[in-house]
């Protein structure tokens, strides 16, 4: 999942960040949604997919130049990827389920 931060124009005398979310069913989708121009200002990353794995996709971003804060949301943290996905970048590794609150608080410090 990529998580765009939007700061809104201030209206009546304040103004509100707004997060928008947009999923991806495989690394290769993201890959091929990818925007360089725009690129999101956050990423949550499951590790395990069918073909290329999360930590792939860290690396490909990586191997571009390209520098995205992760979160790594996964049923598995202590599977033989996670060391690997913290060594290519990623903030953080949480566990499934995650509490959406928790979640929230992890985004916000992951784009600010």
């Known amino acids: 999942m990529s998580i765009r931060h939007r700061q809104s124009p201030p209206r009546y005398g304040w103004s509100f960040c707004a997060l928008q979310a947009k999923s991806y069913h495989s690394c290769e989708?993201?890959?091929?949604?990818?925007?360089a121009d725009n690129?999101?200002?956050?990423?949550?990353?499951?590790?395990?997919?069918?073909?290329?794995?999360?930590?792939?996709?860290?690396?490909?971003l990586a191997g571009k130049g390209i520098t995205i804060?992760?979160?790594?949301?996964?049923?598995?943290?202590?599977?033989?990827?996670?060391?690997?996905?913290?060594?290519?970048g990623?903030?953080?590794?949480?566990?499934?389920?995650?509490?959406?609150?928790?979640?929230?608080e992890k985004i916000e410090a992951a784009i600010n």
């Open 90 to 104: 990623a903030l953080e590794i949480i566990t499934k389920p995650v509490e959406g609150d928790q979640l929230i």
């Open 29 to 35: 989708a993201f890959l091929a949604d990818f925007d």
């Open 69 to 88: 804060p992760t979160i790594v949301l996964t049923a598995r943290p202590d599977g033989s990827l996670a060391p690997l996905s913290i060594e290519a």
């Open 39 to 60: 690129p999101p200002s956050c990423m949550i990353l499951d590790l395990y997919f069918p073909r290329m794995s999360g930590v792939e996709l860290q690396r490909s």
